[in-house]
């Protein structure tokens, strides 16, 4: 990914004295955990880059979910940001830490030789590129085929068999639809938006609650129908993601709403009885899009920049983005029916960004972790949930 990256790092190692690496410790971020293969890689490049230059450093990654989120933005404000961070790019997230990161180009400068790329579709706000992505993302609907096949069930390719497929399982007490509601309700959201919302819509940035389209509510009035429709476990509202996604793993819950990254955690084996699907439409068909983008990527800190390791930090971000490194984190190959499926899932369907993407942290957290939740289980209308975000202004003034 990074051309010349691995002799570069040889320059700047014989540049640094054996004094220079004394004491020199250094502080990552990332959310390369979980005991997934992608979070074994990750340590491991870790620590071969410390045998290699002398250094130490201090990883203080955890599983992506909105608490992994608010802690990063919480370490920048409290400056205790570290020096090399895995995060968001180009959102509403980054966009609150432009400050404290350094643009790619400045880094260029003063290191020609790394040459990092910048990325047009990752340009922050300022028009400034900060982030060396590391991959593109899709998510879509993964089914066990296994399980559709021994209830001799089609797959959920329409609302019917999505139905259908839920009072099935239900009945022979097999999960429909894991999913987490009080941990990682995101995928639910975005998919039950999929299930109502067209092309055109999904793209819309509502700056008052008049212009809220009709079929955004109609996606949350999905969401409960699923609820009651016993799609999710009955203690969807207080388990966690890690819980929901190894029933899936486990082959004891026929559907889960997840992403790319997801594939990292399936055995070959796996990929040949999973498949992963877009979402079935409300009035029939399936979606037109599913989503997608480059949402993460590797930063450098303007705190490790302006600092004496700034040397040490460049470094290690080289390492981490070099083309070895990339390899190994980027443990998404696909085989098998998971691959077939994924295929079919995006030829000739648009890629659409995420709706929570674009908002900004209060309005996303109060969308999925009060809004939907409480919609599901009915305590909460559709008007009253878009009205609630609405006021917090989501997409700016």
């Known amino acids: 990914m990074i051309r010349k990256a691995l002799c570069t790092l040889l320059i700047i190692f014989l540049l640094c004295s054996s004094a220079c690496a004394e004491d020199i410790t250094l502080h990552t971020i990332s959310c390369f955990a979980g005991g997934n293969s992608a979070g074994d890689a990750y340590v491991s490049i870790l620590r071969d880059f410390e045998t290699a230059t002398g250094y130490t450093v201090i990883d203080e990654s955890s599983t992506s979910n909105e608490a992994w989120k608010a802690g990063v933005l919480k370490c920048f404000a409290a400056g205790d940001e570290p020096d090399v961070l895995f995060f968001f790019a180009a959102g509403a997230d980054s966009k609150l830490l432009l400050n404290r990161l350094v643009p790619l180009t400045e880094i260029n400068v003063a290191y020609p030789d790394l040459a990092f790329p910048q990325e047009n579709v990752l340009k922050e706000a300022d028009g400034q590129v900060y982030a060396i992505p590391l991959y593109s993302f899709w998510e879509g609907l993964f089914v066990n085929t296994d399980l559709f096949d021994r209830f001799g069930l089609d797959l959920p390719t329409d609302w019917e068999k999505l139905v259908r497929a839920i009072r099935v399982f239900r009945e022979n007490d097999i999960v429909p639809i894991s999913v987490s509601l009080s941990d990682i309700p995101h995928y639910l959201a975005e998919f039950a938006m999929l299930a109502c919302v067209p092309p055109e819509e999904l793209a819309l940035r509502p700056k008052t609650i008049e212009e809220v389209p009709e079929s955004w509510y109609k996606a949350m009035e999905v969401i409960h129908e699923l609820y009651k429709l016993g799609a999710f476990r009955d203690d969807a509202a207080f388990t966690t993601e890690s819980v929901t996604t190894g ?12 992403g ?6 399936f055995s070959e084996k796996q990929m040949n009885s999973i498949a992963v699907l877009p979402m079935p439409g409300r009035d029939g068909g399936q979606a037109e899009c599913y989503p997608g983008g480059v949402s993460m990527g590797f930063f450098l800190t303007r705190k490790a920049w302006n600092s004496s390791r700034r040397d040490a930090a460049v470094s290690l971000l080289a390492s981490l983005t070099s083309k070895e490194s990339m390899e190994k984190l980027d443990n998404q190959s696909m085989t098998g029916r998971l691959r077939s499926s994924w295929e079919q899932m995006t030829e000739g369907r648009h890629m659409s960004q995420p709706l929570q993407d674009a908002m900004n942290q209060q ?27 609405m006021e917090l202004k989501p997409f700016g003034e």
């Open 260 to 265: 790319s990254w997801q594939v990292a955690s």
């Open 363 to 389: 309005a996303r957290e109060t969308w999925l972790l009060e809004c939907v939740p409480a919609v599901a289980e009915g305590g909460m209308t559709p008007e009253e949930c878009w009205q609630k975000v």
């Open 247 to 258: 029933l899936f793993l486990d082959g004891k819950a026929a559907m889960q709403f997840d």
